[in-house]
């Protein structure tokens, strides 16, 4: 051993980006980001909250939570179904103890195992779809959406400001202050009740609307 190095390899392609460059996958877009929580929100929960950024990114998110967990539960459900149909269409025991299997009796069991397959597998599709409704309805209806300056929901608290003006300060002459500091202004109004998310529910023209009724109107 003279001390010098190993030659380098000839060929270019061992110094070529596929050999030498590590890849990673590109990280996921967050669901939700966080957003200044409003005066009318609980403060335990503190100064920010997590919100979809718009209602279509939210349905977007709900329609994906709805695919995943059905397609994992017809996964699951499709093992079950084949070992139920083996079951059902194996021969008799007795057969199988003296050995007097067939071809024609391998050809029929096959035959009644696809079809019992089929039918287990509708079944099974169908009770899926409900089940993986029932685990995401509940947490979109709760989940919160991003309010912005010309998003949901402004147009109802304007018709509130004007509502509580006409009702409550009709005495009131224009340059007078209102209770609680407030002047005769929608932006001053905004800022003391500012309104920077909803919840999924209200975006529902009632409570027993189903997510799945409104994402069908609004599509």
């Known amino acids: 051993m003279d001390g010098r190095l190993p030659p380098l390899p000839s ?5 070529s980006a596929a050999t030498t460059l590590i890849t990673f996958p590109r990280p996921l877009p967050l669901l939700r980001g966080p957003i200044r929580a409003a005066p009318s929100d609980d403060p335990s929960s503190g100064p920010y909250l997590l919100a979809f ?3 279509d990114s939210w349905a977007a ?18 093992i079950g179904c084949s070992i ?5 269409c194996k021969p008799p025991w007795w057969k199988l103890v003296l050995g007097l299997t067939s071809k024609q009796d391998l050809s029929e069991r096959a035959k009644c195992e696809e079809i019992e397959m089929e039918a287990c597998c509708v079944a099974a599709r169908e009770r899926c779809a409900e089940f993986a409704k029932q685990k995401c309805a ?13 998003d949901l929901g402004v147009v ?15 005495n009131i002459r224009s340059k007078e202050i209102w209770p609680c500091g407030l002047d005769k202004s929608w932006d001053d109004f905004r800022s003391k009740f500012a309104v920077t998310n909803v919840r999924g529910c209200q975006l529902l ?9 409104y994402l069908r109107k609004i599509s």
């Open 53 to 55: 950024k718009t209602s």
């Open 84 to 88: 139920s149909a083996s079951n059902k």
């Open 11 to 15: 060929d270019s392609d061992y110094f």
């Open 205 to 213: 023209s009632s409570a027993d609307e189903d997510v799945e009724d």
């Open 156 to 170: 109802e608290w304007k018709e509130a400001f004007t509502l509580i003006s006409m009702a409550c300060f009709t």
């Open 61 to 78: 998110a709900y329609n994906s939570c709805k695919l995943q967990i059905t397609s994992q539960c017809e996964s699951g459900a499709r």
């Open 138 to 150: 509940p947490a979109f209806k709760n989940a919160r959406i991003e309010v912005s300056g010309s």
